[in-house]
């Protein structure tokens, strides 16, 4: 029974079918547009996915368009603009610097500016004032120098 298992198990790898990565486009030129431009478009499903890599239906989908609209001769300038049109710009990875973009790109080197400014601030306040020993003080000191010293069998 036991090496009925074993034999089994060794060829369930063989009982499994590797589908063929089907083209999306008969021609390979605008298969390899469409990828490139499906890179720079999220998927709105995955979130941290391009539409290029994702399984998700919606991604599938807009795959689709962005074939159909390429077949229809649009740029891919266009297509995004269809596609931002549609969904927002939350679509694209690389959102355009305007007016809404703006506090996305700023706040990052506001947050940098003000946390150096804490640092500093806290660096600043915790300076130790330098006080001056008594003469008591400084002799305890040397001579728990010298005692640590004389322990020490590399000094």
Known sequence: MRYLLI???????????????????EDPVIEMR?????????????????????????????RNIML?????????QQILDMLVARFGKSVLYDPPVDDETAPLWVAPFV????????????????????VALTPQDEQ??????????SKDPQA
Not at 111 to 130: A, E, P, S, T, W
Not at 140 to 149: H, P, Q
Request: charged letters at 25%; a neutral charge; aromatic letters at 6%.
């Open 140 to 149: 305890r000191a040397a001579e728990l120098l010298n005692e640590t010293s």
């Open 68 to 76: 159909q609209k390429m077949k229809e001769g649009a740029t891919d």
């Open 111 to 130: 947050m940098l500016f003000i946390g150096g400014g804490l640092l500093f601030y806290q660096l600043k306040k915790r300076r130790v004032n330098d």
């Open 7 to 25: 034999a089994l198990f060794c060829l369930l790898p063989s009982l499994t079918f590797a589908a063929v990565a089907k083209d999306i486009a």
């Open 34 to 62: 469409m990828m490139h431009l499906a890179e720079k478009v999220r998927c709105l499903v995955c979130q941290s996915e391009p539409v290029s890599t994702s399984h998700s239906e919606w991604s599938h989908d807009v």
